[in-house]
């Protein structure tokens, strides 16, 4: 018990990784390509065992395997046919072995144009009904043997050196609880014993006390009945506690058992649950160190555009102050031609008015001169008509 708190407040990193290698990721670059490879491995052997099924129902497939596949595989196809029936009649080893080779070629190149092509290939995965052969068999013989490299892959010598603690631990834990077991046997043992060395010792006082009583057997016989009815009730007593402390001893080994098996099963519950924390912790971490990493680019992208929006409107804005002042210096120019215009235009203006009161003064004084002639004349005919009369 003194030993499930601490175990469970931290279990070793390296034994959670080995527990459950899955849920972690390869840390060196090699460990990536080995598992690269026996993924690919993986594939071409289930390509392989489709190879055989696809080509009985080519005609259903050839349109979605596209021309060039059909072909491959009707080399195939012909390259198997021939190849069996070299083995049905042996004789002509050269012309075998470079029909395997041919062999060998075809399917490497089968292989290739599938793989170039992933959706084709988990389209006939559950387009095409495989029984179950032999080569299933293979298959889940080498995932298992995938998963135990990871394993191996995974758990370097510190996590390895983790583990072998960790499993010290455990043991010491066993063996405290062993000791503990063994000692409780022990003293059961012991009780054992001195119930059988008292059961001994009154077994040879009532010998001892029958021996007597033989010598006076006449005269004390009732008081013989009485001391041996007394020894045996006792001895009953006697064995009978004796046996209830030896089946509390077997219930204190029993409920070590229990305890020590809880103690299993609590420590395999605490590390399942810290095991889930760290791996879910792990994925929140991943996901907020990509969105950083997203919005940081995000926002790298969004200044550096406005920097060189703000730079080209800068150089604008320098080339339109520019054209501001010029055409500033243009604008009070023309205000100020504007301005003497208008005065020579006012003062043009100005005499014209003085021109024409002027002219309609003339006009008038003219207008009037004329009709003071006109008057003046007919005002002499007047006169002289009445002189001549």
């Not at 215009?341 to 309609?360: C, I, V």
């Amino acid at each position: 018990k003194g030993m499930a708190t601490p175990r469970k407040a931290g279990i070793p990193l390296g034994v959670m990784k080995v527990l459950d290698p899955r849920q972690l990721k390869p840390d060196s670059t090699e460990t990536e390509r080995i598992l690269t490879v026996f993924d690919e491995t993986i594939v071409k052997l289930e390509i392989t065992r489709l190879i055989p099924w696809i080509i009985g129902s080519l005609e259903r497939f050839a349109r979605m395997l596209g021309p060039e596949i059909t072909s491959s595989l009707l080399e195939h196809q012909k390259l198997s046919a021939e190849i069996q029936d070299l083995l049905a009649s042996p004789g002509d080893e050269e012309r075998r072995r470079a029909v395997e080779q041919c062999l060998k070629c075809s399917l490497r190149n089968t292989l290739r144009l599938f793989l170039a092509n992933p959706l084709l290939y988990h389209g006939l995965k559950y387009e095409v009904w495989v029984r179950e052969s032999p080569a299933d068999v293979f298959i889940k013989a080498f995932k298992e043997f995938w998963n135990f490299t990871l394993e191996r892959l995974l758990t370097s010598p510190d996590e390895e050196k983790e583990k072998i603690q960790f499993m010290e631990g455990i043991s010491l834990c066993v063996e405290k609880n062993t000791e503990t077991i063994s000692a409780l046997q022990a003293e059961l043992e012991a009780a054992i014993q001195t119930r059988d060395e008292e059961v001994n010792s009154k077994d040879k006082k009532i010998e001892d006390l029958k021996t007597s009583m033989e010598h006076l057997a006449k005269d004390c016989r009732a008081d013989i009945q009485q001391i041996t009815k007394e020894g045996e009730k006792q001895q009953k007593e006697d064995k009978k506690a004796s046996q209830d402390r030896c089946a509390r001893l077997e219930q204190d080994v029993l409920r070590l058992i229990a305890q020590f098996k809880a103690l299993v099963l609590e420590h395999r519950a605490s590390e399942l649950v810290l095991r889930k924390k760290r791996c879910q912790t792990e994925r929140e971490i991943e996901k907020w160190v990509r969105k950083y990493d997203t919005d940081m680019a995000e926002k790298q992208a969004t200044y550096e555009e406005i920097e060189a929006v703000y730079n080209k409107e800068k150089a604008q804005l320098a080339l339109l102050m520019e054209k501001h002042a010029l055409l500033l210096l243009e604008y009070t120019e023309i205000q100020e031609e504007r301005r003497m215009l208008k005065e020579k235009a006012e003062e043009a203006a100005r005499e014209a008015a003085r021109r024409n009161d002027a002219a309609t003064y003339i006009q008038a004084f003219w207008k009037g001169y004329l009709v003071r002639s006109i008057y003046k004349s007919k005002l002499k005919k007047g006169k002289g008509k009445r002189r001549s009369k």
